[in-house]
């Protein structure tokens, strides 16, 4: 729902404070990361993406704008587009539909008149600067506080307002004396802090962006902390969260593991996935040394090395686990994902996955798919019980995995040679979708019965005629057979 109080005392404070002229800008914190921010308040169209020089000034009428893009409110002012009160301002210009919008709240909610005003001689003045006192008095009443509130009423404006965005820790590093001009850069961080930000009743500001009532279910906030890729018991359409296994509606795309996301979630179905609201690092571990260096491939395809960055937390495996554990987590090929902190310093968390074994090969010499695959990948090596071998070595029914990082910016082809052989005696699961099946083997005068289940990988077409009339080609109960084994132990094809 969206804050009905943050509206008003937003248009209000542009009412009062819009008649203030900035000053000169003073020095900014070097430390902070204002082109992070930027990037993300492009891709929400919070701020126009023609704007790229953090330095320059914010005007009123831009962030009129951005103010109206963030409470959720843009197609609200492209209704209302047509009219003017203002003589600086055009009735068709696109300005006018945003001052329309804030003119309409105000007299939705009873307000005598209009919450957008000019400046003394009746005029808007679109193009003139905003100061960071009015910066920090908007953002703090867009979080539902206003003159009223006893925490504002210990200090004159705009110190109060300032002190209280410091508060709510809206404005760390940032240091502007508080009538400098406000700037793009300044300006992005403020509503990237913002969309972290709870608002005074306790609900996210950010909801009024993402409402859409053109989609099912509730907008929630998640972690994605894995996929299909990173876990064999999620399914394509299926997605690990912080908020707990959930189901990709169709035609959802899949969220990229470790970014915070506003979804809409329909019970346990993701029917909509909103934007990522965060900036994440990622490391493809080469390798981890025995004093826990770790060496990786950066972007530019160079090894470089670092120890794990502390975090807020971390995950690994979906659940939550501390510093050491998952710094013990970690292996050769493991991928590393770090999310920034909204400051730009610092990580909120950080998540470990495990190696990625991929999609197994059968080896055989007329198995072209497996022949392509080992002629078009790089890989490091490859290594076969303990051994380092060449694709001479292989030998029939070897299984093959080209183990990589999730971005597969390094990979070895993994190699192993399991079988088991006996008489089926039964499957497990459902007749029509069986997902193991039960040996007896006989060792000596010993026979014993070993169930098996099927990889994610095994064609099941073989069993298609359970149960039915049997093809030469049909596995059945009764049938001696050999079956490979993958590295986990799962059958990969029976012979």
């Not at 203030?20 to 900014?28: D, R, S, T």
């Not at 005003?117 to 005029?123: D, F, S």
């Amino acid at each position: 729902m969206k804050l009905k109080i943050s509206r008003i005392s937003l248009m209000l404070v542009i009412t009062i404070l819009f008649t203030f002229f900035g000053f000169n800008i003073v020095g900014l914190a070097d430390t902070l990361d204002y082109q992070t921010p930027l990037t993300q308040m492009h891709e929400l169209g919070i701020i126009d993406s023609s704007v790229t020089n953090v330095n320059s000034f914010v005007t009123r009428g831009e962030l009129l704008k951005s103010i109206i893009v963030a409470e959720g409110l843009t197609a609200d002012a492209e209704n209302s587009e047509g009219s003017t009160i203002f003589p600086d301002i055009t009735a068709n210009s696109e300005l006018s539909g945003y001052i329309n919008e804030g003119l309409n709240i105000g007299t939705a909610q009873g307000v005598n008149e209009g919450v957008v005003y000019g400046t003394p001689n009746g005029t808007y003045k679109p193009n003139e600067t905003v100061t960071y006192a009015e910066a920090c008095t908007i953002m703090v009443r867009l979080l539902g506080y206003s003159d009223t509130d006893s925490i504002l009423q210990n200090a004159p404006w705009p110190k109060n307002y300032i002190q209280e965005a410091s508060t709510l820790n809206l404005t760390t590093g940032i240091s502007l004396s508080k009538f400098a001009n406000l700037t793009v850069g300044v300006e992005a961080v403020l509503f990237d802090r913002l969309f972290d930000s709870l608002n005074k009743d306790g609900s996210f500001f950010s909801d009024n962006y993402y409402s859409d009532t053109t989609v099912t279910g509730n907008l929630t906030e998640a972690i994605i902390l894995g996929n299909s890729q990173t876990s064999d018991n999620l399914a394509d359409n299926q997605i690990l969260t912080s908020i707990g296994t959930l189901t990709l509606d169709n035609g959802v795309t899949t969220p990229d593991v470790g970014g915070k996301y506003k979804l809409y979630v329909s019970g346990t179905t993701v029917t909509k996935v909103a934007v990522k609201e965060n900036t994440l690092e990622d490391y493809a571990v080469k390798s981890i040394s025995a004093d826990k260096v770790i060496s990786y491939t950066d972007d530019n395809n160079q090894i470089q090395t670092m120890s794990l960055p502390q975090a807020s937390s971390y995950y690994y495996h979906g659940e939550y686990v501390d510093y050491d554990t998952a710094v013990n987590s970690i292996q050769n090929y493991s991928s590393i994902i770090l999310a920034k902190n909204s400051s730009g310093i610092g990580y909120e968390y950080g998540i470990i996955v495990d190696p990625n074994f991929g999609e197994p090969y059968i080896f055989q010499y007329d198995n072209n798919a497996l022949i392509t695959k080992l002629a078009n990948t790089k890989y490091d090596y490859m290594y076969r019980n303990g051994t380092n071998i060449t694709e001479q070595d292989l030998c029939p029914y070897n299984v093959v995995y080209f183990v990589s990082d999730i971005w597969n910016k390094d990979t070895f082809a993994y190699v192993c040679g399991n079988t088991s052989y006996g008489e089926i005696t039964g499957f497990t699961g459902n007749i029509t979708n069986p997902t193991g099946l039960s040996i007896s083997i006989t060792t000596g005068h010993n026979t014993s019965i070993y169930t098996y289940t099927f990889s994610p990988y095994f064609n099941k077409t073989k069993l298609s005629n359970i149960g039915g009339v049997y093809g030469s080609n049909i596995t059945k109960v009764g049938d001696y057979t050999n079956l490979v084994l993958g590295e986990d132990g799962s059958v990969v094809d029976i012979i």
